[in-house]
């Protein structure tokens, strides 16, 4: 479900703006395989889930676009760099989490072999899924990147942050100040949607999440 403010969020002289938005659809999306750092190629429904939500992005007029490396993210970026004309910067610290031998296992066969440990991540608790990073661990490498490039814009400019489900996920709640245990209230995103953090006088406020679709299911590594 998307929660929007999408007035406030549209309107010039709000201060800074960045959207966290989320790459198009993989093959392993639909396999409900943990991508994590695995290098997957979009899909063709993928590239036109891309194609389309850069079209609506393009009306926010955004000023800086960086994003994750990996392929998935990267092409998702390059379709709005192609509307806007603006380059992207490529930064491997907004990659997916790294989840170690979850990676290429399927949401049932990570249950089936690792249901204690999905049971507590679930829970909150701080888990190196497959022996890989924890969220804060993400959170720490993530949220510097796009605080560098806010910083960057000029008065009431708009960054774009192409990136991963799980990432976004962290990122907000380490923008937001959230308890990491917290994180988990904020519900996934669905492929190629975005969520909109706005400057306010106390902090990076959220303004809209889930946003740019009609509701899809959420088939992401952060499920």
Sequence with gaps: MAVSSSTEAGRPGRGRRVILWRHGQTSWNTERRFQGTTDVELTETGV??????????VALKPDTIVASDLKRAANTAAELAAHTGLDVTHDEALRETYAGVWQGLTHEEIIS???????AWKRGEPVRRGGGELETEVADRAAP?????AEKLP?????VVVSHGGTIRTTIGRLLGLDPRDWESLGGLSNCCWSVLGEGARGWRLLEHNAGTLPEPVLGDDD
């Design 48 to 57: 036109a889930q891309a194609r389309r939500a850069a079209r609506l992005l």
């Design 113 to 119: 072999r690792y249901g204690d440990e999905y049971a």
């Design 145 to 149: 990147v796009v605080l560098r490039n």
């Design 155 to 159: 008065e009431d400019g708009t960054l």
